[in-house]
């Protein structure tokens, strides 16, 4: 008897696959995900284009035609070095040689876009500059020097006008403390009046040197609490300084108190 063989009409239909008890239905449907559920968390895939402009938006545009602002991973153009941030000599004269021969200043920017590092200028611009700075250092230091002096020379005269009575080396005390350059101090602000300047410095002067600020400090008394305690002591001494109290025989009399007293804080 010949054996019996399946017609290609009665070929069985496969049905779902059932596996581990469980019918597991097949589709041939074809995906409709985007790029972003394709990779969750990554966000939509960016082109060349696209990244060099993303990380060209991190910084501001430049207004001026010969500036063009670049993080410091765009390549060094050709011919360029960069002047680093810090010496304003170097950066203001390599800047502006640099535009007087028409040719572009990159103001290099961080990575995050948030702070400048230096420029890029001309090779040749900047051996020149450096050489210059050698010639005049000598000058610029003494030009320094004498602004220094005319400014402390004005911070004595503003004491002077509205603190009359102040002792003499109280005043020379505030003007090279409060006034001196780099100090960061009320005597340096550029926000400031001049009078809330004087007014500031002279205050603090007496807080430290003529009360026992100090002292409440290390006692470890918190530090605005102590201020207010001896708030009316600074008042007190700064109106005798000013000349303005009711009885101005008194503030004489007190003024020779003060001048005389040297409070010792230990």
């Known amino acids: 008897m010949a054996p019996r063989t399946k017609s290609k009409d009665h070929r069985r239909k496969k049905g779902p ?38 990380k060209k938006s991190l910084i501001p545009e430049s207004n001026d035609p010969l500036e063009e602002n670049v993080t410091e991973s765009v390549p060094m153009p050709d ?18 040689k640099t535009k007087e021969s028409h040719r572009t200043v990159f103001v ?25 700075a050698a010639l005049t ?6 030009a320094v020097q004498a ?9 004595r005269k503003l004491l002077k006008e509205q603190f009359p009575l102040i002792p003499e080396e109280s005043l020379e ?15 340096r602000a550029t926000t400031t009046t001049d009078k809330r300047k004087a007014t500031l410095a002279v205050e603090a002067h007496i807080r430290h040197k003529h009360t026992p600020y100090e002292k409440l400090l290390s006692s470890g008394i918190d530090r605005k609490d102590a201020r207010e305690e001896v708030w009316p ?9 000013e000349g303005s109290g009711e009885n101005k025989e008194n503030d004489v009399e007190c003024l020779a108190i003060r001048s005389a007293e040297v409070v010792v804080l230990d």
């Open 173 to 187: 005390i505030i003007v090279n403390h409060s006034f001196l350059k780099g100090s960061g101090r009320v005597g």
């Open 17 to 54: 696959v059932q596996r581990n008890g469980r019918v597991r239905k097949t589709s041939r449907r074809k995906s409709s995900l985007s790029v972003s559920q394709i990779s969750p968390g990554t966000g939509p895939l960016l082109t060349s284009h696209e990244k060099s402009s993303s």
């Open 79 to 96: 011919g360029y070095v960069l002047v680093p941030k810090g010496d304003v000599y170097m950066t203001r004269n390599c800047r502006s």
């Open 108 to 132: 290099v920017y961080n990575k995050l876009g948030k702070r400048i590092q230096g420029i890029r200028v001309p090779a040749e611009i900047y051996a020149n500059v450096v050489e210059m």
């Open 147 to 155: 602004r220094d002096t005319k400014f402390l020379s004005h911070g």
């Open 233 to 241: 002591a600074v008042q007190a001494i700064r109106k005798t300084w």
């Open 137 to 142: 250092s000598g000058s610029r230091a003494n």
